[in-house]
């Protein structure tokens, strides 16, 4: 019966969003550009392009008039957990105004990431820290988004499309591959690579993220800083807009990350931001080399 009635909410509730937001004389925003077709979880909703209005100035006081008939934080938050926290309508709450933003941001995201992937938001959070750097919303995209990569970007001349996935393991153990012997006690959480194959001349191409832990405070940063490393001009992290100092440029990528990732030693590169997200791009050995790659690490 309370599984019914949640079901029966949840639709009332998403048509009330959608409802409020049409009838308000505000900006249209294409909600296409910040997600677009897949399947996600268990509930196999299928994502497509939609069109609704954002709010810029509501931000919903007690004495504002447009919060009658709202529904409280806690029966939202119960919708999306029965919704199982599904990132298409987390994403269409957040764009109807400053308050849902608001509270996508705080509770909503943070839920998200923390199905996702429980362990590692506990080790994320394990510092004492109530949020994460970059916020909850950021490190939702980080989990589902590949960047990917456009010409003239942060990784020259290749053109492969930011996309969404499904499933993506990321790994602690794996994480200490990306590090020189002396950052080694950082925590550094990096993902399998999402791989692109037959790029012509660049050969099979794989794209992986990650995240540091309290990066503020980490050795890599200060290394960075101490190398006088400097942020790149132009482009900024894909998750929260953040500057990006180059690994590369700094000359603080191992060996041991292309054994880890099963890729050429000379054709791998990564950034990581001021809030502390990774993302990187590598040149993959073909199956068998890399097979005798894993062997040698």
């Given amino acids: 019966m309370v599984e019914e009635f949640l079901l029966v909410l949840s639709y009332l509730t998403v048509r009330h969003i959608l409802a409020f937001a049409s009838g308000a004389s505000l900006r249209r925003v294409r909600f296409s550009r910040a997600l677009e077709c897949a399947d996600w979880g268990t509930s196999k909703l299928r994502w497509l392009p939609m069109i609704i209005t954002k709010q810029y100035r509501c931000i919903h006081s007690t004495s504002c008039q447009c919060t009658k008939g709202h529904l409280s934080e806690d029966v939202i938050f119960l919708v999306f957990q029965q919704l199982n926290w599904n990132p298409k309508l987390i994403a269409t709450l957040s764009c109807v105004c400053k308050w849902f933003d608001d509270l996508a941001k705080r509770v909503l995201w943070k839920e998200f990431c923390r199905t996702r992937a429980p362990k590692m938001m506990i080790d994320l959070q394990s510092s004492g820290s109530h949020n994460v750097d970059g916020n909850w919303r950021a490190l939702g995209k ?54 692109h194959l037959d790029q012509g001349e660049d050969g099979d191409v794989g794209f992986f993220r990650g995240v540091f832990k309290s990066f503020s405070m980490s050795k890599v940063r200060k290394m960075l800083i101490k190398r006088g490393a400097q942020l790149h001009p132009t482009e900024v992290c894909p998750y929260c807009k953040a500057k990006l100092w180059s690994m590369l440029q700094a000359k603080m990528i191992p060996q041991s990350a292309s054994c880890r990732l099963g890729a050429y030693e000379d054709c791998i590169e990564y950034y990581v931001c ?20 894993s062997e040698l690490e």
């Fill in 142 to 195: 980080l989990l589902i988004y590949c960047s990917g990569c456009k010409k003239g970007g942060l990784f020259n001349n290749i053109q492969i499309p930011g996309h969404f996935v499904h499933r993506t393991r990321f790994s602690r153990t794996s994480g200490k591959s990306f590090l020189l012997p002396q950052c080694r006690s950082d925590v550094l959480y990096v993902s399998d690579p999402c791989e």
């Fill in 274 to 293: 001021l809030n502390g997200h990774v993302l990187g791009i590598c040149t993959l050995l073909p199956l068998s080399d890399s097979e005798e790659a």
